[in-house]
């Protein structure tokens, strides 16, 4: 089992442009979540998603976008990158809220 | 929604003593409650957790206690090692109208001193 996978492990992005961070899972787990943690803080949520083709907003969506139309994968788009979206992206998954969350190793994105 | 609040935010404590951190949260539907590990440049890991129907729950050196009445749960870890330097995480998830969402505290970073 691979558990979670994301690409890419580090991006470096000029403001203004988009780019989608990818997520999979192969653990056949309901529950997927994307968080950002910015340096020395904790992890808040961006989106999640409790089934395929079913997403919701966490505390901090703002200039991002998810789909879930697969249960394996759950992408995260940002559009218009903004340096305030400097962060490490950690993606997600649990089989229920009420288990064990797997984390992928982390996407380091810089935005200048 | 959930709100889970952490404490302290930062603990240093010499090796072999004990620490200690505490969580708090809103949601009195929440009924699984995890800690999780995460040391410098890697991803959170879980080491504990505990659910609503038990109040302590041990794994060598570390436990985790809860109380439901209160809405607060903690950490606690016995005999401390250079290793158990990281930051701690706890979190607890809502299953409710407000969504399915699991959210975590603010962390807790240790250092521990040789």
């Known amino acids: 089992n691979a558990g979670v996978t994301q690409t890419p492990k580090f991006r470096i992005l000029k403001i203004g442009q988009s780019m989608t961070l990818q997520c999979a899972q192969d653990?056949?787990?309901?529950?997927m979540y994307w968080y950002r943690q910015d340096p020395g803080m904790g992890l808040k949520l961006i989106y999640y998603?409790?089934?395929?083709?079913?997403?919701d907003k966490g505390e901090v969506p703002n200039g991002y976008n998810v789909s879930r139309s697969t249960t394996e994968d759950f992408p995260l788009r940002l559009e218009l990158a903004a340096p305030s979206q400097t962060s490490v992206y950690f993606c997600?998954?649990?089989?229920?809220?009420?288990?064990?969350?797997?984390f992928g190793q982390g996407t380091r994105l810089t935005v200048v | 929604g959930e709100n889970v609040e952490q404490h302290p935010s930062t603990l240093s404590v010499q090796e072999g003593d004990s620490a200690v951190i505490k969580c708090t949260y809103s949601?009195?539907?929440?009924?699984?409650f995890p800690w999780y590990k995460q040391e410098l440049g890697k991803r959170p890991q879980l080491i504990i957790d505990?659910?609503?129907?038990?109040g302590e729950k041990k794994d060598q050196r570390i436990a985790v206690t809860l109380n439901k009445t209160a809405k607060h749960f903690s950490l606690h870890i016995t005999e401390t090692q250079p290793e158990d330097s990281a930051v701690y995480f706890c979190?607890?998830?809502?299953?409710?109208?407000?969504?399915?969402?699991?959210?975590f505290g603010g962390g807790t970073r240790v250092l521990v001193k040789p």
């Open positions: 997600a998954s649990s089989y229920l809220t009420g288990t064990e969350a797997f």
């Open positions: 653990m056949n787990h309901n529950y």
């Open positions: 998603s409790v089934g395929a083709g079913i997403t």
């Open positions: 949601d009195s539907a929440s009924n699984y």
């Open positions: 505990i659910r609503s129907n038990v």
């Open positions: 979190a607890a998830p809502s299953d409710s109208a407000a969504g399915n969402k699991l959210t």
